[in-house]
C-alpha cells in the first residue's frame, strides 16, 4: 500500500491500522524532518482514500478517482502548497468557503496542505477553526517540518504521524537509485550530510554549496585566534553565502544539521566496533569546542535568520548578521 514509504514503520503502521480498521480521523498531521517522505506517504494515503474500491491493499489506479488522481484532476482532492514563502490567510479561507460544499464525486474529499509550518499565527488560527469544527466527509491531512513549531491546539486536533530521519545506509540507497551518476561513496557522503533524509540531499548538486558548506564548518572549527580575523572570516562566508541564491536555505539547513549532530554526538554512546564516518571527525571536533548550550544557541540564530529572509530582507545583510552571530558564540 506505502510501497514509497521507506523506512518509516511506524507511519506506515497507524495509516494501515486505520484504514484496516475503519477509524479515520478527521485529520493527520504529517510531522518530521524535510526530506524524509512525509508528502510521498500523504499523497498515497490520499489515493487510497479516494479509490473507488474498498478493501484492496492500495489504490486500484483503474477506477475513474484513481485515473483522476494519477493526472491530476481529481475534483475531490485538494492540494494547498505555500505562496511564496507561506501558506496565506486567503488559502485557508478560501479552503473553508469550499469546504461548505459537499464533495463532487466521491464519498469524501481530501484536502493536503503542504509545509503547514510555514503558516503565521492569523492562518494558523483560521485553520485551527476548521480542525475544530470539521464538515462532514472531509479528511484533512497536514505535512509539517518538526524544525518548525506548530500551534499546539492545531497539533491536538490531529492524529499525529510521525517520521524519522532514515538509516545512512537506507538513505544512500534511496539517493543512489535517484541520481545514477552517483557513486557508493558520494550517495553514502550525501545521505550523512543530509542526515538521513535523502528528499533534501537532492538539492545539493546546486553549484557552490557544498564548497560553501564544507568552507563554512573549517572556518568556524579554526576561526583564528584574534576578533578582526574572525570577523573578517564572517564577512567573507557571508558575501559567499549570499551569492548561493537557490543554494542559500539549503545551506542553512546543512548548517542546522550539523549543529544538532554535534549535539546529539554528546548524548549517545559511540558504536562498538563500526567505522568512523567521514563527519564523525568535524562532529567531534565541534563537541570538544562548544557546549551544547551553545551549539543549541546556534541552531537558534540560523532560525532566526532564515525568518527574516522569508520576509525579504536583504540577502547580504541578513548573512552578515549569520555569520558575525555564528562567530560570537565560542
Same mark, same amino acid.
Given at each position: 500500500?506505502?510501497?514509497?514509504?521507506?523506512?518509516?514503520?511506524?507511519?506506515?503502521?497507524?495509516?494501515?491500522?486505520?484504514?484496516?480498521?475503519?477509524?479515520?480521523?478527521?485529520?493527520?498531521?504529517?510531522?518530521?524532518?524535510?526530506?524524509?517522505?512525509?508528502?510521498?506517504?500523504?499523497?498515497?494515503?490520499?489515493?487510497?482514500?479516494?479509490?473507488?474500491?474498498?478493501?484492496?491493499?492500495?489504490?486500484?489506479?483503474?477506477?475513474?478517482?484513481?485515473?483522476?488522481?494519477?493526472?491530476?484532476?481529481?475534483?475531490?482532492?485538494?492540494?494547498?502548497?505555500?505562496?511564496?514563502?507561506?501558506?496565506?490567510?486567503?488559502?485557508?479561507?478560501?479552503?473553508?468557503?469550499?469546504?461548505?460544499?459537499?464533495?463532487?464525486?466521491?464519498?469524501?474529499?481530501?484536502?493536503?496542505?503542504?509545509?503547514?509550518?510555514?503558516?503565521?499565527?492569523?492562518?494558523?488560527?483560521?485553520?485551527?477553526?476548521?480542525?475544530?469544527? &470539521?464538515?462532514? $466527509? !472531509? +479528511? %484533512?491531512?497536514?505535512?509539517?517540518?518538526?524544525?518548525?513549531?506548530? =500551534?499546539?491546539?492545531? *497539533?491536538?486536533?490531529?492524529?499525529?504521524?510521525?517520521?524519522?530521519?532514515?538509516?545512512?545506509?537506507?538513505?544512500?540507497?534511496?539517493?543512489?537509485?535517484?541520481?545514477?551518476?552517483?557513486?557508493?561513496?558520494?550517495?553514502?557522503?550525501?545521505?550523512?550530510?543530509?542526515?538521513?533524509?535523502?528528499?533534501?540531499?537532492?538539492?545539493?548538486?546546486?553549484?557552490?554549496?557544498?564548497?560553501?558548506?564544507?568552507?563554512?564548518?573549517?572556518?568556524?572549527?579554526?576561526?583564528?585566534?584574534?576578533?578582526?580575523?574572525?570577523?573578517?572570516?564572517?564577512?567573507?562566508?557571508?558575501?559567499?553565502?549570499?551569492?548561493?541564491?537557490?543554494?542559500?536555505?539549503?545551506?542553512?539547513?546543512?548548517?542546522?544539521?550539523?549543529?544538532?549532530?554535534?549535539?546529539?554526538?554528546?548524548?549517545?554512546?559511540?558504536?562498538?566496533?563500526?567505522?568512523?564516518? &567521514?563527519?564523525? $571527525? !568535524? +562532529? %567531534?571536533?565541534?563537541?570538544?569546542?562548544?557546549?551544547?548550550?551553545? =551549539?543549541?544557541?546556534? *541552531?537558534?540564530?540560523?532560525?532566526?535568520?532564515?525568518?527574516?529572509?522569508?520576509?525579504?530582507?536583504?540577502?547580504?545583510?541578513?548573512?552578515?548578521?549569520?555569520?558575525?552571530?555564528?562567530?560570537?558564540?565560542?
Amino acid at each position: 500500500m506505502f510501497a514509497e514509504t521507506l523506512g518509516q514503520k511506524k507511519a506506515v503502521g497507524l495509516l494501515s491500522r486505520s484504514l484496516e480498521n475503519g477509524r479515520l480521523a478527521h485529520a493527520y498531521l504529517f510531522s518530521g524532518p524535510r526530506g524524509v517522505g512525509k508528502k510521498t506517504t500523504a499523497r498515497q494515503f490520499a489515493a487510497v482514500l479516494l479509490c473507488r474500491h474498498e478493501g484492496m491493499n492500495g489504490p486500484c489506479g483503474t477506477c475513474s478517482s484513481c485515473v483522476q488522481f494519477a493526472s491530476g484532476n481529481n475534483p475531490d482532492f485538494v492540494h494547498i502548497k505555500p505562496q511564496g514563502a507561506m501558506i496565506k490567510i486567503d488559502q485557508v479561507r478560501a479552503l473553508k468557503k469550499a469546504l461548505s460544499y459537499p464533495p463532487l464525486e466521491a464519498p469524501r474529499r481530501v484536502i493536503m496542505l503542504e509545509d503547514v509550518h510555514t503558516m503565521r499565527r492569523e492562518a494558523g488560527n483560521s485553520l485551527l477553526k476548521l480542525l475544530e469544527e &470539521p464538515p462532514p $466527509d !472531509n +479528511i %484533512l491531512l497536514l505535512t509539517a517540518d518538526d524544525s518548525e513549531p506548530l =500551534l499546539p491546539t492545531i *497539533v491536538s486536533r490531529c492524529q499525529i504521524i510521525p517520521f524519522y530521519p532514515l538509516p545512512v545506509e537506507l538513505a544512500a540507497q534511496i539517493i543512489a537509485r535517484r541520481n545514477s551518476s552517483l557513486t557508493a561513496e558520494e550517495a553514502l557522503r550525501f545521505a550523512q550530510l543530509a542526515g538521513g533524509c535523502p528528499g533534501l540531499a537532492g538539492t545539493f548538486d546546486i553549484e557552490g554549496l557544498l564548497p560553501a558548506y564544507e568552507q563554512t564548518i573549517s572556518r568556524l572549527l579554526n576561526p583564528g585566534k584574534s576578533e578582526s580575523a574572525r570577523v573578517e572570516s564572517a564577512l567573507e562566508l557571508a558575501l559567499q553565502a549570499a551569492e548561493l541564491k537557490e543554494g542559500l536555505e539549503q545551506l542553512f539547513d546543512l548548517l542546522r544539521l550539523f549543529f544538532k549532530e554535534s549535539m546529539l554526538a554528546g548524548l549517545r554512546a559511540p558504536d562498538q566496533g563500526s567505522e568512523p564516518r &567521514p563527519m564523525d $571527525d !568535524n +562532529i %567531534l571536533r565541534a563537541r570538544e569546542r562548544w557546549n551544547l548550550q551553545q =551549539l543549541s544557541d546556534k *541552531v537558534q540564530v540560523i532560525d532566526f535568520v532564515a525568518k527574516t529572509l522569508a520576509r525579504n530582507c536583504n540577502r547580504q545583510m541578513a548573512c552578515e548578521v549569520l555569520f558575525l552571530k555564528l562567530f560570537s558564540i565560542h
